[in-house]
């Protein structure tokens, strides 16, 4: 596969993606379309779990804020949240309600293909931060410490809003891919697929900073270590076998609703991590090395 070329990628599974390219390429297996007066579900099954994973996380959150001295609660609080706008965009990617013109679903397909890029990558933003926090270079829970996480994310979800917008409505004709090739992007291939990765390695590198250096105990590791598989088995799913699954189900489920399952599972676990080291009444700190 090129780099930057989506067309592997997007014949294999409909990921949000996708959507900026248009009908440049459609999945070779697509699910059944289920319809309910103007609404068209065309992935009911991830549809469904994604409202399940958005009210549990959205219950994580209100959790991690009444943990009221545990470090870190309120950006904790603010990245679930984040993970929540996500899945409701992510929702709204499954349930095209908007009119019955064809020409409009594809607009409003591409727009929010433009919007789940943006979250994408200002999240995995977010999340770099949040691992930052542990190190308290600035107080957590502090006013500079909220506005430096949303401030900055704001500006990386309006700036590759941008790309992706410019990318799949041609706005400047910079970034738009040409006709003859019209699913190579190497920008959005960089931006959506690759900085997440190496975000994630970041907050695999950090944390394991604070619990190696300054905490006794390894346990919170497991929670760590259950993240990352969770999250590299449900890409794995997605990019890898969805097209499997949607053929041997005979369209009725495919990589879209594992991914979204186990993404929701790593966040769980991040959530857990982050819970097993910030216990107030834990022995497992080194207080006077560590003034977590």
């Known amino acids: 596969m090129r780099y930057g070329d989506f067309a592997s990628i997007c014949e294999r599974s409909a990921v949000p993606v996708c959507r900026l390219f248009g009908n440049a390429v459609l999945p070779s297996c697509y699910l059944n379309v289920y319809s309910a ?50 899945l409701a ?13 064809l020409v409009n679903k594809a607009s409003i397909a591409s727009w929010l293909g433009v919007v789940n ?10 999340l770099i931060l949040f691992g930052a926090v542990g ?5 957590d829970g502090s006013l500079k410490s909220m506005l430096t996480i949303i401030g900055t994310s704001l500006i990386i979800l309006i700036s590759m809003g ?19 090739d019209p699913l190579y992007s190497p920008g959005v291939f960089t931006i959506y697929l690759v900085f997440p990765l190496v975000a ?6 950090l944390q394991m900073t604070i619990v190696i250096k300054f905490l006794s105990a390894r346990l919170p590791m497991v929670w ?9 088995a449900g890409q794995a799913i997605m990019f890898g076998a969805s097209k499997k699954m949607c053929e041997s189900t005979n369209r009725r489920i495919d990589g879209a609703f594992f991914a979204t399952l186990l993404d929701t599972a790593a966040m769980s676990c991040v959530y857990g991590f982050w819970s097993a080291i910030t216990v107030d009444d834990s022995n497992v700190y080194e207080e006077e090395e560590y003034k977590f």
């Open 135 to 139: 190190f308290q270079i600035m107080a």
């Open 117 to 126: 890029t943006a979250l994408v990558v200002s999240f995995f933003w977010a």
């Open 37 to 86: 007066k103007s609404a068209l579900f065309v992935n009911l099954p991830d549809f469904v779990i994604s409202i399940i994973a958005f009210f549990f996380i959205a219950y994580l959150a209100f959790r991690a804020h009444r943990k009221i001295d545990a470090v870190g609660r309120r950006e904790m609080t603010l990245l679930l949240s984040f993970f929540c706008i996500m």
């Open 224 to 232: 760590l270590l259950c993240a990352f598989i969770c999250f590299a």
């Open 200 to 205: 994630i390695v970041i907050f695999g590198l």
């Open 89 to 101: 965009f992510n929702i709204a990617g499954a349930d095209l309600i908007h009119g019955s013109s």
């Open 162 to 180: 941008y790309i992706a917008a410019d990318t799949a409505l041609g706005i400047s004709d910079g970034l738009k891919p040409k006709p003859s």
